[in-house]
């Protein structure tokens, strides 16, 4: 069957069950947006901005666990989406990121809107393909779907040439690919996984240290198995939070700079720490030579590069998350030993102590400025029952949500990790709306973050995407201002931003719903309010701007150094 | 230390690049680096000389094992191995040099490959250390230009001896 470039790629979307896309048309890829709008099958939402496409795709993956698409054009439609690429990059996203590229007969000429977007792309993406043959597209989008979604999940771009779509060519679309260089281990060693169940058993402060890869690999409940099983408590990094319910008893929330208390000094001073789809970032570890100094290491994850990167490992296990705790749970279940829990309750008590001695915690005076805490506090509140998806920009409201947003469910915390991509926020709490039209989806965002894709406010207006959107409102990059007075002596270089613009005008000339609130009387009442309506909202609610984020560990310290306020 | 590694890589456009990318992203350093196609033209071997402790070359080796147009990683110094590189080397002469430059060339088994009445071109092949060496030598006499392949590395194939010799001595006692 002979069909365009244009034609295939759209066919190839629908075998993939790609539902709905996100993209911005432009010169050379108008034959693919001409022929996706005489189709029902996919949905295009468009986007007012390359990034903003980019970042939906993202939130899209992180909220459904399938792959986010997005289709761009060449030139500065590609460069715009290289933030939203080097982000999933860094978080681990599966998406799947098409760009128009320039004739083939005019690639390398300087022609108009050309940019090397392999080249550009080649250190950001898991993998990059430019299609030369019309005849080779369908082969490459099954390749690319699968390297984004195998393995370590990422992003992978695919260049179409104008003339490629254009051009017909043979369809072919294999059912499944194999690539020689690329095999990703699913199974641990089963070796490896009984000296971890040996270590288990002999621990006698063990931690559990969770990160992403829990998320994607879909291992929730295997976690969950996993620590009730053994009673091992669990610190979660903020890419993990949901993947063990935060409400659990053995729940220390999250640990890192701003993580809480608890979980920090018990990964300090555990014995075993058994460090389940995470990478030892530095914002989790703080000073590395004095990361858990008293610990063997027990290291689960399915890319092997991230095993010894960072810290010594004891115990490696190259593996899915989820299929290596399936057998490590099967084998501590043929192996039980309650006598290795009796001997944790001292570090489960002293554990607690920890807990109930610095709990995360906040006071909020009825007459006096408002809380960011309590802000989150309230949201969390009325919307618990709910079951939210929420996203977070970068900074302090981000912090502070991931601190005070109870979340016991995967799929539900849309946030930008490694990267710490401001503006991430909206269009990925868009892209999970997209995904999940009933349900209820917040942003919480920064003044300065928002500001960063504000134009997208559009999109969520003529898409019909409900997204609730809280400013944290403290008219500054607050966590810059945080560390201008921690660390150079109050000096507000560029990060007051005084109080432009006025979001509730915006979200009004966005034919949005604006709200405001300025007393921590109001607070409840607009957030009543913004859930009640059925079209986008920005609340946009005064915050103390001079409100720290505590506990910190400053930068390079150790994770038994943190600064308490309260 | 230094260490030898060898790539199999599939022989495509951007490859080079791709492994390339990961040893400046990540601030290793490549000390030399060679590639050409294998007997099957689809895929190229690159035998790349780079510098590290343990922990270093651990990771060079899972990164690019992690690049997916790479087929298989090979850190020679593992094993015992073989390496060589070749040199070309443009000397200056003059009349009275002209005898020591051959003097030099032909100690190392080097060849001269082109010759003018005020140069020679001298192709030397060999391990690293024989290369430096011709190099000091003949450099008093004035090198003009001076090429470097890069290092190529194969590993020895281990001689089976435990196998070989009992049958011997079994056919001895006959």
């Known amino acids: 069957m002979k069909l365009t470039g244009a034609e295939i790629f759209v066919e190839c979307l629908k075998r993939e069950g790609v539902k709905t896309i996100f993209g911005l048309p432009g010169g050379v890829v108008l034959k693919i947006f001409d022929i996706l709008h005489?189709?029902?099958?996919?949905?295009?939402?468009?986007?007012?901005?390359?990034?903003?496409?980019?970042?939906?795709?993202?939130?899209?993956a992180k909220a459904t666990g399938k792959p986010g698409v997005a289709l761009v054009t060449s030139g500065p439609g590609m460069t715009n989406v290289v933030t939203p690429l080097v982000d999933a990059y860094m978080d681990s996203v599966p998406i799947v990121v098409f760009t128009g590229q320039v004739p083939t007969h005019l690639i390398g000429n300087d022609a108009f809107q050309e940019a090397d977007n392999v080249g550009i792309s080649r250190p950001c993406t898991k993998y990059n393909f430019l299609v030369k043959d019309v005849n080779d597209l369908g082969q490459i989008i099954k390749e690319a779907f699968y390297i984004a979604?195998?393995?370590?999940?990422?992003?992978?771009?695919?260049?179409?040439?104008?003339?490629?779509?254009?051009?017909?060519?043979?369809?072919?679309?294999?059912?499944?690919?194999?690539?020689?260089?690329?095999?990703?281990?699913?199974?641990?060693?089963?070796?490896?996984?009984?000296?971890?169940?040996?270590?288990?058993?002999?621990?006698?402060?063990?931690?559990?240290?969770?990160?992403?890869?829990?998320?994607?690999?879909?291992?929730?409940?295997?976690?969950?198995?996993?620590?009730?099983?053994?009673?091992?408590?669990?610190?979660?990094?903020?890419?993990?939070?949901g993947a063990f319910p935060g409400s659990h008893p053995l729940s220390l929330g999250m640990m890192g700079m701003h993580g809480s208390y608890a979980s920090n000094m018990a990964v300090h001073f555990s014995d075993l720490v058994i460090a389940i789809g995470a990478r030892f970032d530095d914002r989790v570890t703080g000073k590395v030579s004095e990361f858990c100094p008293e610990a063997k290491v027990i290291h689960i994850d399915i890319d092997p590069t991230s095993i010894r990167k960072n810290v010594h490992v004891d115990i490696p296990i190259v593996g899915d998350v989820k299929t290596v705790l399936r057998e490590l749970?099967?084998?501590?279940?043929?192996?039980?030993?309650?006598?290795?829990?009796?001997?944790?309750?001292?570090?489960?008590?002293?554990?607690?102590?920890?807990?109930?001695?610095?709990?995360?915690t906040y006071v909020q005076p009825p007459d006096a400025l408002i809380k960011p805490q309590y802000v989150i506090d309230r949201i969390y509140q009325f919307t618990k029952d709910k079951d939210p998806i929420v996203s977070t920009d970068v900074g302090q409201h981000q912090m502070w949500a991931a601190q005070h947003f109870v979340l016991n469910k995967p799929h539900r915390w849309l946030t930008s990790g490694g990267l710490g991509t401001m503006g991430f926020g909206m269009p990925a709490a868009l892209g999970a709306q997209a995904a999940f039209r009933d349900k209820l989806v917040l942003c919480i965002a920064g003044d300065g973050s928002f500001q960063m894709n504000m134009q997208e406010m559009a999109t969520a207006v003529v898409n019909k995407l409900p997204v609730k959107v809280f400013i944290l409102n403290n008219?500054?990059?607050?966590?810059?201002?945080?560390?201008?007075d921690l660390f150079y002596e109050g000096r507000y270089a560029s990060s007051y931003l005084d109080t432009v613009p006025d979001f509730v005008k915006l979200a009004e000339a966005f034919n949005a719903v604006g709200l405001r609130a300025t007393k921590v009387g109001e607070v409840d009442g607009v957030i009543k309010e913004a859930l009640k309506a059925d079209k986008p909202v920005i609340v946009d609610i005064e915050v103390d701007p001079y409100e720290n984020c505590y506990p910190m560990i400053p930068a390079g310290g150790c994770n038994h150094e943190m600064e308490r306020r309260i | 230390m230094e260490h030898i590694i060898s790539v199999l890589?599939?022989?495509?456009?951007?490859?080079?690049?791709?492994?390339?990318?990961?040893?400046?992203?990540?601030?290793?350093?490549?000390?030399?680096?060679?590639?050409?196609?294998?007997?099957?033209?689809?895929?190229?071997?690159?035998?790349?000389?780079?510098?590290?402790?343990?922990r270093i070359i651990e990771q060079i080796v899972k990164q690019l094992n992690k690049v997916i147009d790479v087929i298989k990683v090979v850190d020679l110094n593992e094993t015992e191995f073989v390496q060589r590189e070749t040199a070309l080397i443009k000397i200056h002469t003059r009349q009275e040099d002209r005898a020591e430059a051959l003097r030099i060339a032909d100690i190392f088994r080097g060849k001269v490959v082109d010759s003018t009445p005020t140069t020679y071109t001298i192709e030397i092949t060999g391990d690293v250390r024989k290369v430096e060496a011709c190099i000091n030598l003949l450099q008093p006499l004035g090198i003009k230009e001076l090429v470097r392949t890069g290092r190529v590395a194969i590993a020895r194939e281990p001689v089976r001896q435990a196998a070989a010799q009992p049958k011997r001595i079994l056919k001895e006692e006959k």
């Not at chain 1, 029902?40 to 939130?59: F, P, Q, S, W, Y």
């Not at chain 2, 050409?36 to 190229?44: C, E, K, N």
């Open chain 1, 475 to 484: 008219h500054f990059h607050g966590m810059v201002r945080q560390w201008q």
């Open chain 1, 38 to 60: 005489q189709q029902k099958d996919v949905e295009v939402i468009l986007t007012r901005h390359e990034a903003g496409a980019g970042h939906m795709a993202e939130g899209y």
């Open chain 1, 149 to 241: 979604t195998t393995g370590r999940p990422g992003p992978v771009l695919v260049d179409i040439p104008k003339d490629v779509a254009m051009n017909k060519g043979e369809f072919r679309y294999p059912d499944r690919v194999s690539i020689r260089g690329y095999n990703p281990t699913y199974e641990g060693n089963k070796w490896q996984i009984k000296q971890a169940v040996e270590a288990i058993h002999k621990a006698q402060k063990p931690i559990a240290y969770v990160g992403g890869g829990a998320i994607f690999s879909n291992a929730h409940e295997e976690l969950l198995e996993f620590a009730e099983l053994t009673q091992i408590p669990v610190d979660m990094t903020l890419m993990a939070l």
């Open chain 1, 329 to 360: 749970n099967a084998m501590l279940k043929a192996t039980p030993n309650g006598h290795s829990i009796e001997q944790r309750k001292p570090w489960l008590n002293q554990i607690n102590e920890w807990k109930a001695k610095h709990p995360l």
């Open chain 2, 9 to 54: 890589v599939e022989n495509k456009f951007g490859v080079l690049s791709r492994v390339a990318n990961l040893f400046s992203g990540r601030g290793y350093n490549i000390e030399a680096l060679s590639v050409a196609p294998t007997l099957d033209p689809s895929m190229s071997m690159m035998t790349i000389v780079t510098q590290g402790d343990d």
